[in-house]
């Protein structure tokens, strides 16, 4: 394949399927097809995008020639078999997180893949936030010294409002998990992105909207999946970690990490409710009895950002950085991180740490 070929991508999914399109264009793909549900809902998002062939089916979308990847933005419950069918057309892919219902159907998908010698991609990509990549730089040139333990917490909303319908993410047949689902495996991939594996962990998660309307009006159904879940963790050569995600935090749209080492910490917090939160904010201290202060950000970290419209933002700034390493990937026959592997990775801790819940004990990740 020529580096100035224009690869040719099929998106599934509405919702967040917008940021991958916005991503795709802004990164020199030809956004080729898109698949929704709602054909109708599907033709009003390619008309304002220019995408000229439209699907209510992903298997017609799949069988569309000409493509050389597709992106998966669809419910959790359609990961593997939309990407397994993909790998065996010849497809490279990108994938939603959580990678898929469980750790199986994970390994399932990565296997599949790796036979098929197909580029493959986790969309884990709050990994670009400039204030994590900067820290990521400091840990690697030794600025916290050895490290000790890490705190992360991500705190929104988005599961507080009881007048919510139920909706495919509160159901385990199709979400496969809440809260862990919705913001836990990014925290869990930057944790071990930043610091190492995981190897135990012990966890207590809940539900406190555990009925919600059913959309059609005929009563209530039970929520199935968490709302918060907080959990402490041993990662690789003894670090502590403690985590709290939430969806019922009220007023919240916050993510924050820090990291506690030998010769110094570092701190990252981001908020979503700002317009540069993909930037976020970065400290550190070193020494003793000093205070935090903040630390400068490079420029090249926020090369490409436009501000101008802060809804294009998560896509073109964002995701973009997910999907030009994909194309270069695709181009080239590196490696693309973060891959299925990641996507895996993350998966086996979510299991973990629900086994965890459901036993009230520490459990072995893996």
């Excluded at 862990?180 to 966890?203: N, Q, S, Y």
């Excluded at 209530?220 to 879940?229: A, L």
Aim: proline residues 4%; neutral net charge; contains cysteine.
């Amino acid at each position: 394949m020529t580096a100035d070929k224009k690869l040719r991508v099929g998106v599934i999914g509405g919702g967040y399927g917008r940021n991958h399109i916005l991503a795709y264009q802004a990164s020199g793909f030809e956004v080729a097809a898109f698949c929704q549900r709602s054909e109708a809902n599907a033709a009003k998002l390619a008309r304002e995008f220019a995408i000229p062939h439209v699907y209510a089916d992903y298997r017609d979308l799949l069988a569309l020639s000409g493509l050389d990847a597709v992106s998966i933005a669809t419910p959790p419950n359609l990961h593997r078999p939309i990407a397994v069918e993909a790998v065996e057309r010849g497809l490279h892919v990108l994938c939603e997180k959580p990678l898929a219902l469980d750790v199986a159907e994970a390994e399932t998908m990565l296997a599949r893949a790796e036979a098929a010698r197909r580029v493959h991609m986790t969309a884990f990509n709050f990994r670009g936030i400039s204030a994590v990549r900067r820290m990521k730089e400091l840990l690697n040139e030794g600025f916290v010294g050895r490290i000790f333990h890490v705190e992360a917490t991500w705190l929104t909303e988005g599961r507080m409002a009881p007048d919510t319908p139920m909706g495919w993410r509160h159901r385990k047949a199709t979400a496969g998990f809440g809260v862990l689902g919705d913001t836990g495996v990014h925290m869990i991939d930057l944790v071990r992105w930043l610091v190492g594996d995981f190897e135990k962990a012990t966890a207590q998660a809940t539900t406190f909207h555990d009925r919600r309307k059913l959309p059609d009006g005929s009563g209530t159904g039970n929520v199935e999946v968490e709302d918060s879940c907080m959990f402490l963790a041993q990662l690789s050569d003894g670090i502590q970690a403690s985590l709290h995600v939430s969806g019922v935090a009220r007023g919240s749209l916050f993510q924050s990490i820090r990291i506690f080492g030998s010769e110094g910490a570092l701190a990252v917090a981001v908020n979503r409710k700002g317009a540069d939160w993909v930037v976020g904010r970065l400290s550190g201290v070193r020494g003793v009895n000093a205070e935090f202060q903040p630390l400068e950000i490079p420029e090249r970290l926020t090369q490409g950002l436009n501000l101008a419209d802060p809804s294009r933002v998560a896509g073109e700034f964002l995701f973009a950085q997910l999907t030009r390493r994909f194309s270069d990937s695709i181009k080239t026959g590196a490696p693309a991180v973060p891959s299925f592997r990641e996507g895996l990775e993350a998966q086996k801790v979510v299991a973990a740490v629900l086994r965890s819940v459901d036993e009230q004990r520490w459990v072995d990740v893996g």
